[in-house]
T-cell receptor, first 113, second 111 residues
């Protein structure tokens, strides 16, 4: 079965340090890959996506993600974390490059001052 | 401003009392869907619609109905709500290539 895994329920990072939120997937073919963020009491917001091309994609709020085909991973990164980055982050995969998404369970990111 | 609106934002109801959560979008997107979000379970899709009068079941459709009579609206109907449908519900649209736009959410409590 196709799936998306976010192995960490929670990631704690000190402000100013680099952060990584991990995502791996088990989907055949060449899926589209996404990261979304959910701030408290808000809906999800699109952060970035990978379709093809450069393995490092840049998105909103200074976030970037690195695609690794051999490891089927799409880890979210930021060089210097801000307290305001604290939120719930979801990885999602579109297997057929269309409208349907397979979602990870989410990772809570906590940035401490 | 491009947006997805949901109403109501908060709802407390009793078991068995029919309710409807409305969803409306102003982006002219063909695809719309409903999700529920529960702690530890992430997002689970309830129903989706590829276009007017075309709807399909998602992962957890039991106990829910939807309709798509016009492009901009996609209401979620709970004919006989039960406590296990207490959840946070999101409507979303998709312009293609997977990028989705979410409404602000509806927090439903069924007692």
């Amino acid at each position: 079965a196709q799936s998306v895994a976010q192995p960490e329920d929670q990631v704690n990072v000190a402000e100013g340090n680099p952060l990584t939120v991990k995502c791996t997937y088990s989907v055949s073919g060449n899926p589209y890959l996404f990261w979304y963020v959910q701030y408290p009491n808000r809906g999800l917001q699109f952060l970035l996506k990978y379709i093809t091309g450069d393995n490092l994609v840049k998105g909103s709020y200074g976030f970037e993600a690195e695609f690794n085909k051999s490891q089927t991973s799409f880890h979210l990164k930021k060089p210097s974390a801000l307290v305001s980055d604290s939120a719930l982050y979801f990885c999602a995969v579109s297997p057929h490059s269309n409208y349907q998404l397979i979602w990870g369970a989410g990772t809570k990111l906590i940035i401490k001052p | 401003e491009a947006q997805v609106t949901q109403n109501p934002r908060y709802l407390i109801t009793v078991t068995g009392k029919k309710l409807t959560v409305t969803c409306s979008q102003n982006m002219n997107h063909e695809y719309m869907s409903w999700y529920r979000q529960d702690p530890g379970l992430g997002l689970r899709q309830i129903y989706y619609s590829m276009n007017v009068e075309v709807t399909d079941k998602g992962d957890v459709p039991e106990g829910y109905k939807v309709s798509r009579k016009e492009k901009r609206n996609f209401p979620l109907i709970l004919e006989s709500p039960s406590p296990n449908q207490t959840s946070l519900y999101f409507c979303a649209t998709n312009k293609g290539e997977g990028e989705q736009y979410f409404g602000p959410g509806t927090r439903l409590t069924v007692t």
